[in-house]
């Protein structure tokens, strides 16, 4: 069989090997794919890989031979799997990788925040502390987490991982769901209800025609004026406009993204130059143990497939 991965480079910048692919195949990978050239690099495969290249109707009705599409993420937007479906071509995606390490993002956003990492590591590199009389010194007010409160809006594998090391720090945690389960340390409510009384507030939702959005000017305004938005789930719940007039207004005090609408972002992104907006470029999940757990599902969905079995397909 031949098969092709479009879009290899963020699952795997050269400490992964993807020579386990041998087994089925003759393989080639491509670090990025554009747009002009999907198509012709799809073109008499019968394996495709794909994270954020996509596979449209347009280009999957021109692969007569594809018999399976594998995807390099959990998200399956990028494909038309309905199409797929009609035709009986397998897709599956990758569940379940990046739990923890997308927890602890959140929580990097939050402690960078209260503890101020940036602003007095770069102080210190500056030779303020050298020069400073004193043998401690804050160029930023920093807090506690202990008593403060964690807003979680979606409570799934992560919305509960990031719950159980919010307790850890002595946290209380209020959740929104639609499918509440008694938890021990999470109290659940509405969503008016948390955003009133969260210090912190961390989205962990699918993107569904409900979620995109969601975070817009009136969701901002019910918040505490000092507190944190964090969203590691996807950019487009997050109105980025409506986000940075709040940040700018004093509306709320700051935010962590590791995810935005638009990625990369326009050089213009109004949300880039905010200083109480940090941002990461979407590597909750990047970590290398991460990583290879996303490569290791992968193998295992292909080998299922082989064997006539396929599983985590998406539809």
Known sequence: MKIVILDGYAENPGDLSWDWLAEYGEYTVYDRTPAALIDERCAGNDIIFTNKTPL?????????????????????????????????????NIPSYSTMAVAQNVFAHIIGYTNRLAEHSASVH??????????????APIYELDGKTLGIIGFGKIGKAVARIANAFGMKVLAVTNHPRETEGVEFT?????????????IHTPLTPETTGMVNAEFLSKMKKTAMLINTSRGPAVDEQALADALKNGVIAAAGLDVMKKEPPEADNPLCSLPNCSITPHIAWAGFETRARLMEICKQNLRAFSEGNPVNVVY
């Open 56 to 92: 449209t109707k347009e280009t999957l009705s021109k692969l007569p031979g594809l018999k399976y599409v594998g995807l390099l993420s959990t998200g399956f937007n990028v494909v038309d799997w309905e199409y797929c479906k009609e035709r009986g071509i397998p897709v599956t």
């Open 126 to 139: 500056a030779g303020e502390w050298a020069a400073n009389p004193d043998f401690s010194y804050q160029v």
């Open 190 to 202: 509405d969503r008016d209800t948390l955003l009133a009384s969260s210090d912190f507030v961390t």
